[in-house]
T-cell receptor, first 109, second 114 residues
């Protein structure tokens, strides 16, 4: 059974700092997704990672995938308040897309 | 928003009543998903569909059924609603292939079972 674990579940950080969110999963996967959700809103797709060693960047966010370790990271560089949100990773295996519990990110000015 | 709508957007019902939520898409995507979101649990997959009349169970399917008689509509039914099914329900479609493969989510339905 596919399990997806994120940590930390809650992160409060200062603007300008760097930090990393981790996503571990229990079985081989077809692809890995990262999403952002603002309070009271739906989910917004950030990245899709397919192959081992894949790295994608958008602004201050960078996602990477290590399929051998079954680990993906979402790195935040020089955080700004606008990045405050909940971030989810999700793993696609055999058409089922299973989510982690999310990391609630609070960036303090 | 990839042309995904959900109806109703809000619903309050009583324990024991049947409830049907509708997800509608306009772009003929093959895959459609139903999730529920609860504090502390993230999103949990209820059921998904990989084509008309082709559906399968997810992580938390007990108490829910689905139907897909047309490509554009994926219905989620609570046969006899319980308070534990109070949640926000999201529908999603999957579009594209390879690294262009993405899930797009509907706006959500907030369901309260009293």
């Amino acid at each position: 059974e596919l399990k997806v674990e994120q940590n930390p579940l809650f992160l409060s950080m200062q603007e300008g700092k760097n930090y990393t969110i981790y996503c571990n999963y229990s079985t081989t996967s077809d692809r890995l997704y990262w999403y952002r959700q603002d309070p009271g809103k739906s989910l917004e797709s950030l990245f899709v990672l397919l192959s081992n060693g894949a790295v994608k960047q958008e602004g201050r966010l960078m996602a990477s995938l290590d399929t051998k370790a079954r680990l993906s990271t979402l790195h935040i560089t020089a955080a700004v308040h606008d990045l405050s949100a909940t971030y989810f990773c999700a793993v696609d295996r055999d058409d089922k897309i299973i989510f982690g519990k999310g990391t609630r990110l609070h960036i303090l000015p | 928003d990839a042309g995904i709508t959900q109806s109703p957007r809000h619903k309050v019902t009583e324990t024991g009543t049947p409830v049907t939520l509708r997800c509608h898409q306009t772009e003929n995507h093959r895959y459609m998903y139903w999730y529920r979101q609860d504090p502390g649990h993230g999103l949990r997959l209820i059921h998904y569909s990989y084509g008309v009349k082709d559906t399968d169970k997810g992580e938390v399917s007990d108490g829910y059924s689905v139907s897909r008689s047309k490509t554009e509509d994926f219905l989620l039914t609570l046969e006899s609603a319980t308070s534990s099914q109070t949640s926000v329900y999201f529908c999603a479609i999957r579009a594209g292939t390879g690294e262009d493969n993405e899930q797009f989510f509907g706006p959500g339905t907030r369901l309260t079972v009293l």
